[in-house]
């Protein structure tokens, strides 16, 4: 009998029982498994939501779409006026992403635990910061921004601006936090201050993560971007809003048309950045 | 006199926790190759990280070039660490960065907030780093990056990046542990012959007692952070060596 032989006929010596989840793990597990469908159902029967009419509902959608958002304008699309609305839609994202990517630096540092220059103080008030900024949805910093600074391209950059550092400030944070800590030990050894050890053990490490993130951030902007007109900070949104007024519903479905088209091209371009950053290392 | 002065060091994580070291006292002189050995978790990273102070002790002095190192804070403390080189197990470079950019980083102590973001160091820092990069056998790799050279290499980066410091002291942390047999023995003769080239007394963990015994004049041995043995290499012995590692067979 060779050793492997013996081992497997111990082993057969001996069988024991084996299962994933042993009481109480299991009673947690399956129990929230019964919560989660409970309270799905409960919900449903709550909200009175009728079943029968979300079957019927596609029949419907096809008939409306068919009659009323067919055909599409694309000559409305077309016109100079809008592809100007489009320019501002670019150029309004492109400011708000970029100058939210500019206070994400300091930000998303001061907000980061191990590297924080002080964590009694400057880590909490960069966290509470960051945190306000994705607590207000986009559309509601738009309407505040228009309410304060009136119609306008302004507005809807600042914004876009607070949206882009909220999010990109959190995801920063994290790849910060995520580092290798060795080489910032090696830093202070050599007698770094903190700004030092920052640009030579931190950056370094996170450079790559951060172009991701600012391409990232691009995209969302980007998208948001189109809503913001709809709240008066000026871009496409606008004409959006002012069709859906007048149910001009075929210039609707145009406009809707070019934001899909616009945000598909906007990610096969970062698709494809993001892929020549991921060759950079 | 001695640049190095260690006495009844206590050392913790947590204010509750244990202590990590129990009272350690030694001095290093201007000459020597000190080892500290002992088992995994006796406390000899620990020990080398109060040094120059990445811990902070929780009792005890450590006196090096004349200075009481637990009383520095912030300028002061950065001061101190520029003439302390340190090198690692895990060799702890800037993957990302030029093995040159590396090397030059061993300057930053010295060098203002500016002239790092553009990393534009002095003429004479860059002079210093290409003789120090000859000196290691490294002047065909300056403009690799960190990460495309292999163990040896990278831990002799390491080894000019600690030079480059003008070090009055060297702290090496398991310089080897990551290394084979071979290369280890290469990195210790390597960092003996420059230390006593350029006359730095060095203090060195190790694991490897064979490599401890070979390179390094006096040896402490440490175990759950209290001295088990302390004199010069010659008087170790086997027993010594037994009791020193008991914990860890168990």
Not at chain 1, 90 to 101: D, K, P, S, T, V
Request: charged share 20%; proline share 4%; aromatic share 10%.
């Amino acid at each position: 009998m060779t050793p492997r032989d013996m081992s497997i006929a111990t082993a057969a010596e001996a069988p024991r029982e084996w299962r994933r989840f042993r009481y109480p793990h299991s009673l947690v597990s399956y129990g929230s498994w019964l919560i989660a469908f409970t309270v799905i159902v409960y919900s449903i029967e709550y909200l009175e939501i009728p079943l029968d009419r979300v079957l019927g509902m596609f029949g419907r959608m096809g008939e409306i779409l068919a009659n009323r958002y067919y055909p599409v304008d694309i000559d409305y699309i077309m016109d100079v006026d809008y592809i100007g609305s489009v320019v501002e839609t670019i150029q309004m994202a492109y400011l708000g992403a970029l100058f939210g990517l500019l206070i994400t630096v300091p930000l998303a540092w001061f907000a980061a635990y191990n590297m924080t220059p002080s964590r009694l103080f400057v880590y909490p008030g960069a966290r509470f910061l960051s945190m306000s900024c994705r607590a207000v949805h986009e559309t509601i910093w738009t309407i505040l921004f228009v309410s304060i600074l009136g119609f306008g391209m302004l507005p809807g950059v600042l914004a876009l601006t607070l949206f882009s550092a909220g999010f990109a400030a959190k995801l920063f944070a994290e790849e910060i936090e995520a580092i290798d800590m060795g080489p910032v030990e090696a830093m202070w050894a050599t007698g770094a201050n903190l700004f030092q050890v920052m640009v030579f053990g931190v950056f370094p490490q996170v450079r790559v993560a951060f172009t991701g993130i600012g391409i990232y951030t691009w995209d969302v902007a980007f998208r948001a971007a189109t809503v913001v007109g709809f709240f008066g900070a000026g871009g496409m949104g606008w004409y959006l809003k002012r069709n859906v007024m007048q149910i001009e519903t075929e210039r609707v479905a145009a406009i809707i048309l070019s934001i899909i088209v616009l945000v598909l091209i906007s990610e096969l371009i970062s698709a494809w950045a993001r892929n020549v950053v991921m060759k950079m290392k | 006199m001695a640049v190095l002065q260690v006495s009844d060091l206590y050392a913790r994580y947590s204010a509750k926790g244990p202590d990590i070291l129990k009272g350690i006292s030694f001095d290093v002189e201007g000459d020597d190759f000190f080892a500290i050995i002992g088992p995994s978790g006796a406390g000899k990273s620990t020990l080398i990280r109060c040094i120059n102070r990445l811990v902070t002790p929780t009792s005890g002095r450590i006196v090096f070039d004349g200075q009481e190192m637990t009383a520095l804070s912030g300028k002061d403390l950065r001061r101190a660490r520029r003439d302390i080189g340190m090198i690692f197990q895990e060799f702890n470079l800037i993957n990302r960065m030029s093995v040159m950019d590396n090397v030059l980083s061993g300057r930053l102590g010295y060098t203002g907030n500016l002239r790092t973001l553009f990393r534009a160091f002095p003429r004479d820092d860059i002079d210093h780093a290409l003789r120090l990069l000859d000196r290691v056998g490294l002047s065909d790799h300056v403009d690799k990056r960190a990460d495309e050279l292999s163990g040896g290499q990278r831990q002799r980066v390491g080894i000019a990046r600690a030079l480059m410091q003008n070090p009055k002291l060297m702290l090496l942390d398991e310089p080897t542990s990551a290394l084979d047999p071979k290369i280890s023995r290469e990195i210790m003769g390597l960092v003996k012959t420059m230390a006593q080239e350029l006359n730095v007394p060095c203090l060195c963990n190790i694991h490897d007692v064979k490599l401890a015994m070979e390179f390094c004049n006096k040896i402490i041995g440490l175990q759950d952070g209290v001295t088990m043995f302390s004199g010069p290499t010659e008087q170790m012995n086997e027993a010594t060596l037994d009791e020193i590692y008991a914990m860890e067979v168990l």
